[in-house]
Structures are given as structure tokens and as C-alpha cells.
């Protein structure tokens, strides 16, 4: 059986949690690949909406196994509030997840270490969300990590201290202050907790349930364009977001990968720094983000918003190999009497469709021009139903990309979904 991967193709947050929710009845497994605590997944049903950082969207559907990758970078403390904000709503929490051996732990001192860079930054910082996930990388890839297996070892305190010293060590060259204790708090609760789930080389668990038959969906955090060797570098997280990220995040061959189901939104939004040819700072801009509730599901910031940036959308299909389309949010631009979508970039004079390497360039979006759709679609269920102005933006952007849109979201509620039948 192959892996199908779901993941975001603009800047984050396109409604990622919603549809791995929404699809879930249709797998047997549910697995993180990367990213961490700064992902922040929200999935909506029976009038309750959760928030989900590390724990894969599929935990609400009793019957499925979650499994958080080697890709992820774990933080114990938040792993634990978020297990504890669960248990009302999820039984058996304990046999239905799942965390690698090989995850790399987030320490306190990688979320002060986040802090003081971006301080240090100053005008030209990421806009992190500061939740570690930058150093906690780094010591990945520098071989100086502490992984989720290491917390079995009687030793652990020793090693953990051994790492706390090396880091404080670094912060001695900032002038940033802080109470290491506050940072402290929750984690080791949080360790203790993560021991009383199953800790596997899941490597071997996603490839024997392949292997019986067993249908997995890889759920991707962040979105193309934040990619940290695709994306708009360096605004950009620390790990392959891409569809590549599902093979060295779960420990999967790539001629195991199905379908990449690609979600979009109907128009853009960015939260943090870097470059965003189509934002509106305007009172469109400011429609958007009003009536789409366009602020961080992580850290509450005000999302950037404009319109649909389809170089940037076509640039994201082939760098994933997206098989399917999945756009969100069209019933935020409902009543809008027109709508733009971003064909190509003027840079210098030139028209051109392909993104630039540089972030300092002035980019003039070019824009084709829609009629909107002055109706309320988040009851509709059926495609062709949907207003003859929304359906012709799909075509559109089927025609521009190449790929077709199977799924239609109108809501935040898992039955806000439209399966398009094709
Ligand atoms: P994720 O990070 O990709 O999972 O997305 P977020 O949860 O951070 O942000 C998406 C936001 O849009 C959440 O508040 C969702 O509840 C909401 N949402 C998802 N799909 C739709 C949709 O089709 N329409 C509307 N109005 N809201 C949606
Ligand atoms: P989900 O999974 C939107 C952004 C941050 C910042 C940059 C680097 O919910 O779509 P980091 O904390 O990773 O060092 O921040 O990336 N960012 C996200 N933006 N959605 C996310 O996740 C994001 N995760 C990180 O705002 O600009
Ligand atoms: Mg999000």
C-alpha cells in the first residue's frame, strides 16, 4: 500500500489540520513528518475547535494509530499540554500514538537560543514563533542533538545538563536575558509523560503497516514556500515542508509515496517576515484577515493577507510532484465583487513567471481580474452547485497548474468539505 502525503503549498496554515481530520475515515494511519511545535493544526467538529502542535490530526478518530516521525522536533513541555487538553476528547491515548526513537528533543535553552538570535536580528529576523525550532535543527544537523530515545537512558540528566552547559555557553555571547527556570517549567514533566507512550524505531512500524496493507497519511506542517532550501530563504522554518520531507521524516523509500494532495487557500496569507508579492495593505487585505480570522493558530499574530499567487502555487505543484489539489477558504471571498489572481511577476520591466532567487527585488504582481460570487457556499455540498463565478476561478487555476481540484473546503468544520467527483 502507498503513502499518500498531504501537505501546505503557500506559507502555512492553509487548513492542513481540517483536511487530514476530514480524510482521516479513509486511512488506517496518521503520521507527522516534520516541523513542531510551531505548527499550529486547527480541525473543527461538533462546534468545538482544537488547536493540535505535535500530535497528528488524525488523534480525534478512535480507530486510527498516530505517529509522530524521526522528522519532528519534539518539546516535551508542549507535548504534555497538549495530551493533557486532549484527554477529554480522545480515549486511549497511549496505544493509538506513536513517537520515533529518533525525534530530536526541543530543550529550553534551543527556545531561548530562538530568542536571542531573532533579537540579535533585529530588523531583518525571521518572525519566528520562537518555539525553538531553529537551534533544535541545528543541533540536529550539527550531530549535537538529544533524541526521544536518549530519555530511556539512566543517564539522561547527565546528558541533558552536558547539553544546557554548551548552550548557555553560546547565550554568553548575547545580551539577552533570561530565567532558564521559567523556561524549565513542564519539561521535565514532559519527559516523563512522553515515557509512558510507545517510543519505536517507527521506520519500521510505517513500512511493516504499508507492507500488511494498511493505509498511511503523512501530514505535513508549514507550507512550499517556507521550505528551508525551497522557500524564500532565509524567511524560512528549518526543515523540507515538501513531499522529499515525508522520506527522510518517516523513513519511507519515495516509490512508496501515492498521491500528494497539495491545499491551497483561495488567496494568500504569510505570518512572520520576508517577501510577499501579492499582500494587500488595504481594506481588502484587511476583509481577508477579518473574515477569514486570520491570526496565528500558534501565536495569535495577525496573518498577512492577499491575493492568490499562482507562479508561486505552480512552483510549489512541481517541487512536491502534487497530484491533487485541495483549495480552502473561497466562503471568505464570498461577496467580494471582484477578485485578482497573480499570473506572472514584473521585476525590472520584465514579465516573467518563474520565482526570483533574490528577496530584496522590487516584484509588481500582474493580475487577472474575476468576477466574485455573492453567495454563501459553506452549506453547499455539491460541486455543481457552487456559483458558475467560483467554478470558473477553479478552472482557472486548474488550466494555470496543470492539476486538477478535487476538494473544496467552504468552512472550518470538518463537514464544510465538498469531494468533487471527477
Ligand atoms: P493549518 O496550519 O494548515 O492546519 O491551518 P490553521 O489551522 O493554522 O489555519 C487555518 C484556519 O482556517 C483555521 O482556523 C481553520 O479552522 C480555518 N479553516 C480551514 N478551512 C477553512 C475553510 O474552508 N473556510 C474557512 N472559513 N475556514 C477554514
Ligand atoms: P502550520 O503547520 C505558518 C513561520 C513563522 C516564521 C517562519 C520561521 O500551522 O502551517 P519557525 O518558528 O519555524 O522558526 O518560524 O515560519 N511558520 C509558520 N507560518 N504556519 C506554520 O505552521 C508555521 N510554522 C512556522 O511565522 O515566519
Ligand atoms: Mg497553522
Redesign the pocket.
Known amino acids: 500500500m502507498k503513502v499518500d502525503i498531504l501537505l501546505?503549498l503557500q506559507?502555512?496554515?492553509?487548513g492542513?489540520g481540517k483536511l487530514v481530520d476530514a480524510l482521516s475515515p479513509d486511512y488506517d494511519v496518521i503520521a507527522r513528518f516534520q516541523?513542531g511545535p510551531?505548527?499550529?493544526?486547527s480541525l473543527e467538529f461538533n462546534n468545538i475547535k482544537h488547536v493540535l502542535h505535535l500530535i497528528p490530526s488524525g488523534i480525534f478518530h478512535s480507530d486510527k494509530l498516530n505517529i509522530i516521525g524521526n522528522g519532528v522536533v519534539i518539546d516535551p513541555a508542549v507535548f504534555k499540554k497538549e495530551i493533557d487538553e486532549l484527554k477529554p476528547y480522545a480515549a486511549d491515548l497511549t496505544s493509538r500514538l506513536v513517537i520515533s526513537s529518533r525525534a530530536n528533543l526541543i530543550l529550553p535553552t534551543h527556545r531561548i537560543l530562538?530568542a536571542a538570535y531573532e533579537q540579535q536580528k533585529g530588523f531583518t529576523r525571521?518572525?519566528?514563533?520562537?518555539?525553538g525550532?531553529?537551534p533544535a535543527y541545528t543541533d540536529k544537523t550539527g550531530r549535537n542533538g538529544l533524541r526521544v530515545g536518549d530519555i530511556l537512558n539512566k543517564d539522561f540528566k547527565t546528558l541533558y545538563m552536558s547539553h544546557v552547559e554548551r548552550h548557555l555557553s553560546l547565550l554568553r555571547n548575547f545580551s539577552y536575558e533570561f530565567d532558564l527556570k521559567e523556561f524549565e517549567k513542564g519539561w521535565f514533566e514532559g519527559i516523563d509523560l512522553l515515557k509512558e507512550f510507545r517510543i519505536l524505531n517507527t521506520e519500521y512500524l510505517v513500512n511493516e503497516l504499508c507492507g500488511s496493507g494498511k493505509k498511511v497519511l503523512a501530514e505535513g506542517?508549514?507550507?512550499t514556500m517556507?521550505d528551508v532550501d525551497f522557500g524564500s530563504y532565509p524567511?524560512?522554518?528549518?526543515s523540507n515542508t515538501i513531499s522529499a520531507g515525508a522520506c527522510t521524516g518517516l523513513g519511507i523509500s519515495p516509490r512508496i509515496i501515492g498521491e500528494v494532495f497539495g491545499i491551497f487557500k483561495a488567496y494568500c496569507t504569510?505570518?512572520?517576515?520576508?517577501p510577499f508579492p501579492t499582500e494587500l495593505n488595504d481594506e481588502t487585505g484587511d476583509a481577508l484577515r477579518n473574515t477569514g480570522k486570520e491570526f496565528?493558530?500558534?501565536?495569535g499574530r495577525p496573518r498577512r493577507c492577499g491575493w492568490l499567487d499562482l507562479p508561486a502555487l505552480k512552483y510549489s505543484i512541481m517541487i512536491n510532484g502534487t497530484t491533487q489539489l485541495f483549495m480552502t477558504k473561497a466562503d471568505v471571498m464570498s461577496g467580494f465583487k471582484t477578485i485578482k489572481v497573480c499570473t506572472s511577476y514584473r521585476i525590472e520591466g520584465k514579465e516573467i513567471k518563474e520565482l526570483p532567487f533574490g528577496n530584496d527585488l522590487h516584484i509588481e504582481p500582474v493580475y487577472t481580474e474575476m468576477a466574485g460570487w455573492n453567495q454563501d457556499i459553506s452549506a453547499m455540498h455539491d460541486y455543481n452547485k457552487l456559483p458558475v463565478e467560483l467554478t470558473g476561478f477553479i478552472e482557472f487555476i486548474e488550466k494555470y497548474c496543470g492539476v486538477p481540484v478535487t476538494l473544496v473546503s467552504v468552512g472550518p468544520d470538518r463537514e464544510e468539505t465538498i469531494f468533487r467527483k471527477q
Open positions: 501546505g506559507w502555512g496554515d492553509e492542513k516541523g510551531n505548527a499550529g493544526h530562538d525571521i518572525g519566528s514563533t520562537l518555539k525550532i531553529g506542517a508549514q507550507g517556507l524567511f524560512v522554518t528549518s504569510r505570518v512572520g517576515s520576508g496565528g493558530s500558534t501565536t
